[in-house]
């Protein structure tokens, strides 16, 4: 069996997805891309063979695809599952799955009303380090879990366009990732409460219009365990993505930051090529998520990662900001029944 793919939004990760689907993910045939900036979806269309589209409606009711992935700016994403499941479309959405967790939830709701499939990007689940780590924590390798921690720092020397970056955007698309990888890493056990501080030290003179570019959340869980997350927006060597967890029996790790094992060994001593890009770093897992995503809807079930996950990352973004604007440690909101 085939999916038949539309691709809604063809930015800088719409256009690494739309290759990664139609050369590499089993089963993918992606047939459409839209986006509404002219030109956009063109440029990545041609590149695939597909059809190109400025209104995303035009790829989203489409009768001849089956699924749609989201890589559309975060603030369309909420608008753009609704549609999409109101015409019968399983959805991958990049992360966020919405702007808030109302959004995020209606979503949920309407995924599930309609009987379609709703995974979201948390790539790093995906990531063959990231996924061992995992699979040692449940399986008791580590102990009871006491402290964990996760990273993220974007590569580059300074931000290039400080201004455009909308308020808040560190907690809701960066360290979204490593809040999902701590509740993954803690599995049965949910986050109580947070403390945040952030600041903008890349950029200072953006920090009175809201930039934030580095920042620390610590985060504590109902079973006892103590999580530390932070990022920062300029990384001199790459892109660097790390975890750890720490437990009575002992402490998993991830992340080396090197691209591969290969080593110069010089007058300078021992040096380590380091990854430049999400996309060089976490390709295997982009592809992971991509062939999850693909399997579940061919197999008729839920992908393992999923709209719950996306509220319950969220949650943790949402009072992290609350921290940040009031300096108090801010309760992580508890989801409702479904
Ligand atoms: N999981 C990851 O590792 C990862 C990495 C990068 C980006 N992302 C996510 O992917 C999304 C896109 O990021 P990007 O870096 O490619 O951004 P981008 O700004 O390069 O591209 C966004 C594109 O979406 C288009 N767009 C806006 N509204 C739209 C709509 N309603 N319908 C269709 N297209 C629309 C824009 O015209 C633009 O071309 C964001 O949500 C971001 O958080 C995830």
Redesign the pocket.
């Known amino acids: 069996m085939t999916v038949r793919i539309g691709l ?9 997805h739309a290759g990664l689907l139609a050369r590499h993910v089993p089963g993918a045939v992606p047939v459409a891309v ?4 002219p030109g ?2 063109a440029s990545v269309a041609d590149s695939i063979g597909a059809r190109a589209e400025l209104d ?1 409606h035009a790829v989203l009711e489409a009768r001849d695809i089956d699924a749609v992935v ?8 909420a ?2 599952i609704e549609a999409a499941t109101a015409a019968g479309k399983h959805v991958f ?4 799955a919405g702007m808030s967790l109302a959004e995020i939830e209606q979503g949920r709701k309407a995924a599930a009303a309609a009987g379609v499939r709703l995974q979201v ?4 689940r995906f990531a063959s380090d990231f996924a061992a780590a995992h699979d040692a924590i449940v399986a008791g390798d580590v102990g009871d879990v006491r402290l964990m921690r996760s990273l993220t720092r974007d590569p580059g020397e300074g931000l290039a366009d400080p201004g455009a970056i909308p308020p808040w955007t560190i907690f809701t ?1 960066t360290l ?2 490593d809040f999902d990888t701590l509740n993954w890493f803690n599995p049965g056990a949910r986050a109580v409460d947070v403390v945040a501080t952030a600041d903008a030290l890349i950029a200072p003179e953006f920090k009175e219009s809201g930039l934030l570019d580095t920042a620390v959340v610590v985060i504590r869980y109902d079973n006892g365990a103590i999580a530390t997350a932070e990022a920062n927006f300029a990384a001199v060597y790459g892109y660097d993505v790390r975890g750890e967890v720490f437990g009575s029996r002992g402490m998993v790790t991830i992340g080396e930051g090197a691209q591969s094992s290969l080593r110069f060994h010089g007058a300078r001593g021992r040096v380590a090529t380091t990854s430049r890009s ?2 060089e770093l ?1 390709r295997a ?2 592809l992971g ?1 991509f062939t999850e995503f693909v399997s579940a809807v061919e197999e008729g079930r839920a992908p393992t990662v999923g709209a719950e996950d996306a509220w319950a990352a969220f949650a943790i973004a949402e009072a992290s900001i609350e921290s940040c604007r009031t300096g108090e440690r801010v309760a992580v909101a508890v989801p409702a029944p479904s």
Not at 8 to 16: D, E, N, P, Q, S
Not at 93 to 96: A, F, V
Not at 121 to 124: A, D, M, T
């Open positions: 809604v939004g063809a930015g800088r990760i719409g256009g690494h839209a986006d509404p900036r956009a979806a995303p989201i890589t559309a700016s975060s603030v369309a994403h608008a753009l959405c990049e992360k966020p990007g948390f790539n790093r698309q979204i990732h999400d996309t976490l897992a982009y998520e």
